[in-house]
């Protein structure tokens, strides 16, 4: 049984490196268990270069098969802990760095002192994760986004993208009219992931939807990053409303191009049904839902 749950470790996190931290062990002692496995087993169920680790077919079925088992056995030990007054477990959570500061951070710290014995992990991070064969929780997303098979739960209001820069930029730059003029500009890009292009700027006016794609010096992956270059008056950033109103407020940053801006569904928590049996998640879940104004 030990072997299996190294396996699944492994197999989640494609690397042995990171199974073995997570696990206490050393790569090496890791390596041993999951050959000794085999050998039990009488089939391989990684395939092992210097530079990576994949799952073999059968180890891909034999990952699938016993996955949920595991798992379902995780959280029937939390609702046992449940029974005794306290919910408990890690509760792990996958989502960006400006909703964790926007959304995670302002309950974060009453939640942990109203609950000492659960732990809460956050994986920061851009793209669309699995958090099904990943081991994770949940997610957050725009409510736009979350697949039909999972269950959501808003926990912000919509929110609408602002153009925004420094008055000293403008100062140098003329303000941009029309969306089209930010060709002309030091624009503050972000690219979610490696993978993907940089994102073109969504804006909209009545039925006229369209994107523009903007240039500019610096790009990051992180709405925090573009929040800060823009602070720092390199150019035109566009960001969620939520990062930029303390700043408009203070004078700090100037808003252009307000009648061209879209809004978006709030964020929404995400999960497979089967959380709902945890109460340590449950109470999470109520920590964070919206509740509106």
């Known amino acids: ?57 059968e180890g891909e079925t034999l990952f699938n098969a016993i996955g949920p088992l595991y798992e379902q056995i995780y959280y029937e030990l939390e609702k046992m802990s449940a029974l005794q007054g306290k919910p408990a477990g890690t509760i792990r959570l996958t989502c960006s760095d400006d909703v964790v500061e926007y959304l995670i951070r302002p309950v974060l710290t009453q939640f942990l002192e109203t609950y000492p014995d659960i732990q809460i992990e956050i994986s920061i991070d851009y793209g669309f994760t699995d958090i099904v064969r990943e081991r994770i929780d949940a997610g957050i997303r725009l409510g736009e986004s979350v697949d039909k098979d999972m269950i959501a739960v808003r926990i912000s209001p919509d929110w ?33 992931s490696a993978s993907s292009g940089i994102y073109a700027w969504e804006f909209e006016k009545g039925d006229h ?28 950033a566009y960001l969620p409303d939520y990062m930029v109103e ?19 569904q709030g964020f929404h928590l995400y999960y497979p049904h089967r959380r709902q049996g945890s109460p340590a998640f449950m109470a999470f879940v109520e920590a964070l839902r919206y509740r509106g104004k």
């Open 1 to 57: 049984m030990d072997d299996l749950q190294a396996f699944l470790r492994v197999a989640r996190q494609l690397s042995f490196t990171r199974a073995a931290a997570d696990i206490g062990v050393t790569p090496s002692a890791l390596s041993h268990t999951i050959k000794a496995l085999e050998e039990k087993l009488g089939y391989r169920v990684l395939t092992r270069t210097t530079r990576s680790v994949a799952l073999t077919e």
């Open 160 to 192: 609408r993208l602002s153009a925004v820069a420094t008055p000293a930029y403008f100062l140098r730059n003329p303000v941009p009219k029309i969306p089209q003029d930010l060709i002309q500009h030091n624009c503050i890009n972000i690219r979610h």
């Open 246 to 264: 303390p700043h408009l407020t203070n004078g700090v940053l100037m808003q252009v191009l307000t009648d061209w801006s879209p809004t978006f």
């Open 209 to 236: 939807h369209f994107t523009v794609k903007t240039t500019g010096q610096f790009t990051a992956n992180s709405t925090i990053h573009q929040l800060n270059a823009a602070l720092d008056g390199i150019g035109i």
